[in-house]
């Protein structure tokens, strides 16, 4: 178990560091005020319609860093301020966002495959640890009776959320190419403020890029903890 808390810690601390730097770069982007004077939502918006997508609503959320496109009821969901504020890091988020509705009106097909695998992922990732820890508590290690496949089968949960973090990887990229072509080729934004969003929307992807690191690391540290012990009989 020592093993295991060193390498969540090791990855918590790298999730630390990117997120504070995440946070740090919106900061920074958000006092590079737009040419144009839109606000996010009016960015949001605009994207929509020159996509021809109208069956889609802009709407404020509470919170920090909480936008996102909710696809049960077509919802782009910004953040306060990026909903109110005229800023380059604004401008990024909302465009980002829509670019994941974009992706859901043309049914773009890593999207279709998370937003299929949304329910099982909530259904299993609560229950995948304590699963395996459990069946290693009855002899799953040794292959001893129930343990064994109570172990197998939260492995296979937690393969599931693996998975799903890796499935996120392209539809958080795409949504971020769209988000950014889109902003260019519509002449949305100045060169300063280009290279403001593009900068943004890098610092968001490498915290999925972490999320995923983790969830394999740790589906592979249980992994070796279930057949390591086998392979040694």
């Not at 670019?99 to 773009?108: L, S």
Request: no cysteine.
């Amino acid at each position: 178990m020592l093993g295991y808390y060193i390498l969540i810690g090791i990855i918590a601390l790298v999730s630390f560091a990117v997120s504070a730097k995440l946070k740090s770069k919106f900061e920074h982007y958000s006092h590079v005020h737009l040419r144009n004077g839109l606000s996010g939502a009016e960015i949001a918006q605009k994207m929509l319609q020159d996509n021809g997508i109208y069956d889609v609503r802009v709407i404020s959320t509470p919170g920090r860093l909480t936008d996102h496109y909710n696809p049960s009821d077509k919802t782009v969901n910004l953040s306060e301020a990026v909903y109110n504020q005229r800023n380059a890091a604004a401008a990024a988020v909302a465009a980002h966002e829509v670019g994941h509705a974009v992706q859901h009106a043309t049914a773009y097909s890593m999207l279709k495959m998370r937003s299929a695998l949304v329910p099982v992922v909530n259904a299993t990732s609560g229950l995948s640890q304590w699963l395996v820890i459990g069946g290693l508590i009855l002899g799953a290690a040794s292959g001893l009776g129930w343990g064994y496949y109570i172990a197998i089968i939260g492995l296979v949960f937690m393969a599931f959320a693996t998975l799903f973090s890796f499935i996120t990887l392209p539809v958080e990229y795409d949504a971020s190419n769209r988000a950014l072509a889109w902003l260019r080729s519509k002449n949305m934004v100045t060169q300063q403020e280009y290279a403001g969003a593009e900068d943004s929307l890098k610092w968001a992807a490498r915290t999925y890029v972490v999320a995923a690191i983790g969830a394999v690391a740790s589906l592979l540290y249980w992994a070796l903890q279930v057949f390591g012990g086998r392979s040694r009989d």
